[in-house]
């Protein structure tokens, strides 16, 4: 059974950073392309970072200059970075294989932006 369990969200000051964690299990993590995805109130889930099997990584535009993805396979663990956060990254954030698998999406984990 695939799980993919998020954690390292919260409420955040404009500017601030958090590191986001996910840990996978079920599956054989380091053949996997990785994603991070996010869901606003009211908003389609949408991509916002990924990494491939080599490391290699692409961000939506939302993100890019802001965030990092990173992964350890040993840890079958995927992290993203964020820094200088706005309000508008207000969301709950999943990961996920890329391209995404239905059945694997877990609970997230919530990031508010707020003064």
């Known amino acids: 059974q695939v799980q993919f369990v998020e954690s390292g969200g919260g409420l955040v000051q404009p500017g601030g950073s958090l590191r986001l964690s996910c840990a996978a299990s079920g599956i054989i993590f380091r053949i996997y392309a990785m994603g991070w995805y996010r869901q606003a109130p009211g908003k389609q889930r949408e991509l916002v970072a990924r990494i491939n099997i080599h490391g290699s990584t692409n961000y939506a535009d939302s993100g890019k200059g802001r965030f990092t993805i990173s992964r350890d396979n040993g840890k079958n663990t995927v992290y993203l970075q964020m820094n200088i956060l706005k309000p508008e990254d207000t969301a709950v954030y999943y990961c996920?294989?890329?391209?995404?698998?239905?059945?694997?999406w877990g609970q997230g984990t919530q990031v508010t932006v707020s003064s």
């Open positions: 996920n294989t890329f391209p995404e698998q239905e059945d694997y």
